[in-house]
């Protein structure tokens, strides 16, 4: 078996630890292991790509806006395509719903980033909207379509710029400490390096026992998603996303087509997610509900999984019991439209340093992160 040094080995090459990763290589040498043969198998190249500031509890909700400014505006240099595509996200009320879009948008930073609607004027930006079904909607404007592929690619590109590598094809299957800190084992190869990050997205508490940590208790849930033909003759493109407040389903234009979700939530274990026919048919049925489209085939389909702690908010920091091991996990349903926050909160806390003023001016706090909150 080869081995090598570096300073820092990350453990996945999603969009979680690739953000790190790029971050990281400035300063560190930086080797990345990837299971899979090629980055973004698992859930960052499943998502439904929506960037949204008042998705997610308050901590994901304050990583979000820290990320706006990096999402429209990158780095030069770090794509040659834009990274999101403004578009709206449209929340909508049943009448049964009114109490729950009341209390969303009471939220003290959702409040401002909305619009309150009527249903006439709800129906105004999707047409398709049923007059029966619809009672009241919220706009946030400045929501958008993120280009994943993109955002993934550049962080990669970042890393390799940096003093940093991807190795692919390689599971890590054992972590060992020793006396310059961790000896990270795959069946080729063996990187020792001072600090582990742990991104290994749905499998990082099975990371954690390799390491000996202490596990934080990531549930993965099974999330499905589809693609359907717009109506005919429709600008479907020109509408909002469309998210039913409760999030029993959403939907948006996707290249011509519609993308649609159950907002599913099934706990799995974690592996290579497939969708299952009954959640396909819900979602059908439930945006059927909503609205006047009628699917008539389902282009494709295909399931993620989104890993929650208990507290919903993601897992950032080190280990106190397994010095050098730091996690990077939790990122749940949120992991893209966050990772420049989290790229560059994990590159502070890897160094030992605080929360960067630019983050802790948007309510970003180490303390919502800690993996040693629910110790
Ligand atoms: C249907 C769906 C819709 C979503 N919509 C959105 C959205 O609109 N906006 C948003 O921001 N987020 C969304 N998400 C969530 C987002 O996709 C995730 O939060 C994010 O991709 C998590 O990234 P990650 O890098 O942690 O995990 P992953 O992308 O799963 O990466 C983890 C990597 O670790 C590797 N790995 C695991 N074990 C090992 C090992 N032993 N050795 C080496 N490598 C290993 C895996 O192979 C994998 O590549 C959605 C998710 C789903 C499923």
Same mark, same amino acid.
């Given at each position: 078996m080869n081995t090598e040094t570096a300073d820092v080995v990350i453990i996945g090459a999603g969009i979680a630890g690739a953000s790190a990763a790029a971050e990281l290589a400035a300063t560190h040498k930086v080797v990345v292991i990837e299971r899979e043969s090629f980055p973004g198998m698992h859930s960052t190249g499943r998502s439904a790509a929506l960037f949204s500031e @008042?998705?997610?509890s308050a901590p994901i909700r304050a990583l979000s806006r820290a990320s706006r400014d990096f999402l429209y505006r990158p780095p030069v240099g770090f794509v040659d395509a834009p990274v999101v595509r403004q578009r709206g996200a449209l929340h909508i009320a049943a009448a049964a719903q009114l109490d729950a879009l009341e209390a969303f948008c009471a939220l003290p930073d959702v409040a401002p980033a909305i619009q309150r609607l009527s249903a006439t004027d709800t129906r105004a930006l999707?047409? @398709?909207?049923r007059e029966d079904y619809v009672a009241q909607g919220a706009l946030e404007t400045a929501s958008a379509d993120v280009d994943v592929d993109v955002l993934h690619q550049g962080w990669l590109r970042q890393l390799r710029a940096g003093n940093g590598r991807l190795v692919v094809d390689a599971q890590v299957v054992g972590l060992n400490p020793i006396a310059a800190g961790w000896r990270v084992e795959t069946p080729a190869l063996a990187v020792e390096a001072r600090i582990v990050v742990n991104a290994a997205g749905a499998w990082a508490d099975e990371i954690a026992a390799l390491a000996g940590a202490r596990a934080v208790g990531l549930q993965p849930y099974r999330r499905t998603a589809l693609i359907v033909d717009s109506p005919e003759g429709s600008q479907s493109d020109q509408w909002p996303m469309v998210i039913d407040v409760d999030e029993q389903f959403y939907f948006r234009p996707d290249a011509g087509a519609l993308l649609l979700s159950p907002g599913d939530e099934t706990p799995s274990a974690p592996c290579d997610a497939q969708p299952e026919e009954l959640d396909v048919a819900i979602a059908v049925d439930r945006v059927q509900q909503a609205t006047t489209l009628e699917v008539r085939r389902i282009r494709r389909s295909w399931a993620g999984l989104r890993s929650f702690v208990a507290d919903r908010n993601p897992v950032v920091g080190y280990a106190p019991e397994a010095p050098g091991f730091f996690w990077l996990a939790?990122?749940?349903?949120y992991g893209i439209q966050t990772s420049p926050a989290m790229g560059q909160l994990a590159c502070a806390l890897v160094k030992g340093e605080g929360v960067p003023a630019d983050l802790a001016r948007f309510g970003v706090e180490a303390q919502d992160l800690r993996p040693d909150r629910f110790a």
């Open positions: @008042i998705y997610g999707c047409p @398709i909207l939790g990122q749940g349903g």
